[in-house]
């Protein structure tokens, strides 16, 4: 069965930190794979998403995440942390139906 | 383009009553997912409509839980009885047909149930 499996739980860092969150999902075929945040009271929005092609991919506000298959990595990145970025980041991959499975989320929170 | 909604947005209601969700997708959306986030957790798929027609309905609690969409467009997901456990955001999603078989799912805001 697919699974998805987020090491930090509760993150805490200053502004201008670097960050790193960490995603290890396990499924044997194709995968599609997603980081998506929650800021608070907000719904949760697409950060980005992997298809295929350029494992290192891009999305909103600076966030980058980079798929490594011999891992089965799909790690969260960011040089440079706003206190804005305070959210719950969850990452998900989905199935051919199109199904997302998500981790259990990460908590960040930017101290000013 | 106005986003999925969802109502109502909290529900509070005694173990064993019923209650109903409503979702209304965005327009034009094939699929609808129901989702269920207890908190500290990820969201956990319910059901997956595809127009009017289930699709995957595999975690979905079906002596209690419940889900239609008739017309292919708004969804009700209800809940009868309650359970303590059935505590939780129920968040509807909505996707298009797009290419790759994978498509972007966008989310409501959620109705957040408490059960006493």
């Known amino acids: 069965a697919q699974s998805v499996s987020q090491h930090n739980h509760h993150v805490i860092l200053s502004e201008a930190a670097s960050l790193e969150l960490g995603c290890n999902y396990s499924y044997g075929g194709t995968v599609n794979l997603f980081w998506y945040v929650q800021y608070p009271g907000q719904h949760l929005q697409l950060l980005l998403k992997y298809f295929s092609g350029d494992p290192l991919v891009k999305g909103i506000k600076g966030f980058e995440a980079e798929f490594i298959k011999s891992k089965f990595s799909f790690n969260l990145r960011k040089p440079s942390v706003q206190w804005s970025d305070t959210a719950e980041y969850f990452c998900?991959?989905?199935?051919?139906?199109?199904?997302?499975?998500f981790g259990q989320g990460t908590t960040l929170q930017v101290k000013p | 383009e106005a986003g999925v909604a969802q109502s109502p947005r909290y529900k509070i209601i005694e173990k064993r009553q019923s209650v109903a969700f409503w979702c209304n997708p965005i327009?034009?959306?094939?699929?609808l997912y129901w989702y269920q986030q207890i908190l500290g957790q990820g969201p956990k798929l319910l059901i997956q409509f595809q127009n009017n027609g289930v699709v995957d309905d595999s975690q979905l609690p079906k002596d209690r839980f419940s889900a239609e969409r008739l017309k292919g467009v708004d969804s009700t997901l209800k809940i009868q009885p309650a359970k303590l456990e059935d505590s939780a955001v129920y968040l509807c999603?909505?996707?298009?047909?797009?290419?790759?078989?994978?498509?972007?799912?966008?989310f409501g805001p959620g109705t957040r149930l408490t059960v006493t």
């Open positions: 998900a991959v989905t199935s051919s139906t199109g199904k997302l499975i």
């Open positions: 999603a909505s996707s298009s047909m797009g290419g790759q078989g994978v498509h972007e799912q966008y």
């Open positions: 327009s034009g959306h094939a699929t």
